[in-house]
């Protein structure tokens, strides 16, 4: 069964940095795209980041680009989120996310097949 396990949210004050990372388990591949997704109380959830399964090419959300990164290690079966320059707009609990339909950089939710349990992410004023 695959699962997704986050970790390494908190609270933090604007300007301050996070990495989050995410690890999959029980997959016998490395063939999958990977996303990072956040949901802020009241929102829909919404497309962050995302990585294809080579780990070269990426997508991001306009407001995140030049400051978030994102990137993966398949020897370590781990992705990971760089938040640089955090803004209080960024708080809201984030989700990891696996899909298998394109392996691509993808910015559609409903192509996700499995989903972490989220990890809140405060960024104060």
């Known amino acids: 069964q695959v699962r997704l396990v986050e970790s390494g949210g908190g609270l933090v004050r604007a300007g301050d940095s996070l990495r989050l990372s995410c690890a999959p388990s029980?997959?016998?591949?490395?063939?999958?795209?990977m996303g990072w997704w956040r949901q802020a109380p009241g929102k829909e959830r919404a497309f962050v980041a995302a990585i294809d399964w080579t780990g070269r090419t990426t997508n991001y959300v306009d407001s995140v680009k030049g400051r978030f990164a994102i990137s993966r290690d398949n020897a370590k079966n781990t992705v990971y989120l760089q938040m640089n320059s955090l803004k209080p707009e960024d708080s809201a609990v984030y989700y990891c996310?696996?899909?298998?339909?394109?392996?691509?950089?993808?910015?559609?939710?409903?192509?996700?097949?499995?989903w972490g349990q989220g990890t809140q992410v405060t960024v104060s004023g």
């Open positions: 996310a696996l899909e298998r339909t394109t392996v691509l950089p993808n910015a559609r939710l409903a192509d996700y097949d499995y």
């Open positions: 029980g997959l016998t591949s490395n063939l999958y795209g």
